[in-house]
């Protein structure tokens, strides 16, 4: 009963995690596009978007990497980890 709680709770959760991330990210296109529209056809930059696009972009990673590490989809280096002996690996 518990296990089937938590699993229903951490798959609402992964769709909360893809649904932030790509609003973020959206939001985050859409401040860089409307800064360049603004700097080199209007001649009159946004003062704001800049610094906005550089937080949520950070966000964006945090986030995106929390939902990668719960799919096992991460980026791993295994240089050393692969030339250790079998019994030595942690898998």
């Given amino acids: 009963?518990?296990?089937?709680?938590?699993?229903?709770?951490l798959s609402k959760?992964?769709?909360?995690?893809?649904?932030v991330t790509s609003v973020i990210f959206?939001?985050?296109?859409?401040?860089?596009?409307?800064q360049i529209i603004m700097r080199?056809?209007?001649?009159?930059?946004?003062?704001?978007?800049?610094?906005f696009a550089r937080y949520v972009y950070v966000w964006l990673v945090f986030i995106g990497s929390a939902y990668c590490?719960?799919?096992?989809?991460?980026?791993a280096v295994t240089l050393l980890t692969d030339r250790l002996p079998f019994v030595c690996r942690r898998r």
């Avoid at 009963?1 to 709770?9: S, T």
């Avoid at 959760?13 to 649904?19: A, I, K, L, N, Q």
């Avoid at 959206?26 to 409307?34: E, I």
């Avoid at 080199?40 to 610094?51: A, K």
């Fill in 1 to 9: 009963m518990m296990e089937a709680a938590v699993r229903f709770l």
């Fill in 13 to 19: 959760m992964e769709w909360v995690e893809r649904v």
């Fill in 26 to 34: 959206c939001l985050m296109m859409a401040a860089v596009t409307a």
């Fill in 40 to 51: 080199y056809v209007f001649n009159n930059p946004l003062l704001w978007s800049e610094e």
């Fill in 69 to 75: 590490v719960t799919q096992e989809k991460h980026v």
